[in-house]
């Protein structure tokens, strides 16, 4: 195992992991443009749920180990809230594209620390509070409403941040009983049954050619959790979590190089104050710590 205070190893696997991600959502939004989005989540999820029962497998206990949980519930739940939120954040790309789509859901964090009180009982002081708030005139800056027509699909990539939030918010919930083996194994499991009760009725034929992207959809959504365990192996969450921001800049160029997308003024400042309002959310977390 990965010395646990390892904060340069946990630095550079947070930004790997960063671009394995940003990747994952090129390839996604690709094959959403082409094929319904369930049916792409669908096939996705399949490779998850058997990655993640064959690394239950391996751990001590097995399966049956990874599988006990006092709060069935709320596991399920949590598979359920994140397979949606993935589902609505792929149909953002094709609506709004990369750029635009990450740099509304950058504000997760923020909806994290506003919804922490209410559903963990966690103090959220002034401070953050004004983070917040400033987060959050940086995604109307981003938004723009008023300026026109105000376009409802600007709303999609927000709902999934908020999906997000709750899933993590919840995952800090189940974390309270279980462990991280447990729910890492029914987030696989519940959003594959999911997806394949939602999804197999809009099953189409792929060409060879995007099976072979779908393929690489499935290796990368895999080794990107990987990473990801290992990051939080290596070095305290708090430490590396800033970093998690460069997906938005991998994703950019993404955006600009593959799909010949463009980075508006108004998109790159709101983004700036988001990540900022972010930052500052974080470091105060980690000083109440």
């Known amino acids: 195992m990965a010395d646990s ?31 319904n989005v369930l049916m792409v989540v669908m096939v996705r999820y ?3 749920a058997a990655f993640v029962t064959a690394i239950a497998y391996r751990k001590a206990g097995g399966i049956r180990a990874a599988a006990r949980t006092e709060q069935p519930l709320l596991q399920i739940l949590r598979g359920l809230i994140l397979a949606t939120e993935i589902c609505v954040m792929i149909y953002a790309f094709t609506l709004l594209g990369l750029i635009e789509s990450h740099a509304v859901f950058t504000s997760y964090p923020l909806l994290v ?13 002034w401070r953050r509070w004004t983070a917040i708030f400033i987060g959050f005139v940086g995604v109307l800056i981003i938004l723009k409403p008023g300026f026109g027509v105000f376009s409802p699909a600007a709303i999609v990539p927000l709902a999934a941040a908020l999906l997000f939030a709750l899933y993590g918010l919840l995952t800090r919930f189940a974390s309270r009983k279980d462990t991280a083996a447990t729910s890492f194994f029914w987030t696989g499991v519940a959003g594959s049954v999911m997806m394949t009760v939602i999804g197999a009725s809009y099953w189409e034929p792929m060409i060879s050619s995007d099976w072979i992207w779908m393929g690489t959809l499935c290796i990368t959504g895999a080794l990107g959790h990987w990473l990801l365990i290992k990051t939080y192996e290596a070095a305290e969450a708090s430490a590396v979590q ?8 991998f994703v950019s160029f993404i955006g600009v190089l593959v799909f010949g997308e463009s980075i508006e003024l108004n998109v790159a400042i709101g983004a700036a104050v988001v990540v900022c309002a972010g930052l500052f959310t974080l470091w105060r977390a980690r000083q109440a710590a």
């Open 113 to 125: 620390a506003a919804l922490s009180g209410p559903i963990l009982g966690e103090v959220v002081g």
């Open 242 to 249: 800033p970093f998690a921001y460069l997906q938005l800049v």
């Open 46 to 48: 399949w490779f998850f």
């Open 5 to 35: 205070n390892n904060t340069r190893l946990g630095v550079l696997l947070m930004i790997a992991t960063t671009f394995v991600f940003a990747v994952q959502d090129g390839i996604s939004r690709h094959l959403a443009s082409e094929y």
